[in-house]
Nanobody, 122 residues
Framework: QVQLVESGGGRVRTGESLRLSCALSGSIFRINAMGWYRQAPGKERELVARITDGESTNYADSVKGRFTISRDNAKNTMYLQMNSLKPEDTAVYYC????????????????WGEGTQVTVSS
């Protein structure tokens, strides 16, 4: 059974840091890409950062220079280091994965975690 579990959310003050983790468990053949998305109250879900199996990354303009995405392929885990947090970063952060299952070689292109809350107070 495949699971995608986020952790590391919490409540911090402006300027502080948090590190989110997302672990993909199960019988996985290959992870093509993983990404972080966020959704603030009353807003649509938006891409925060994404990383491919070739370590190519892309970021939302609003987080460039403050957030860093990385992955540990041996652990099938992705991280999001968030520095200089602002109140506008407050949202539920979701992990997304694009991967191939090991036994069936089924491509799963859009798999979501349940989210972790990040709250930044001024």
């Amino acid at each position: 059974q495949v699971q995608l579990v986020e952790s590391g959310g919490g409540r911090v003050r402006t300027g502080e840091s948090l590190r989110l983790s997302c672990a993909l468990s199960g019988s996985i053949f290959r992870i093509n890409a993983m990404g972080w998305y966020r959704q603030a109250p009353g807003k649509e879900r938006e891409l925060v950062a994404r990383i491919t199996d070739g370590e190519s990354t892309n970021y939302a303009d609003s987080v460039k220079g403050r957030f860093t995405i990385s992955r540990d392929n041996a652990k099938n885990t992705m991280y999001l280091q968030m520095n200089s947090l602002k109140p506008e970063d407050t949202a539920v952060y979701y992990c997304n994965a694009d991967f191939v299952l090991a036994r069936t070689m089924t491509h799963v292109s859009d798999y979501w975690g349940e989210g972790t809350q990040v709250t930044v107070s001024s």
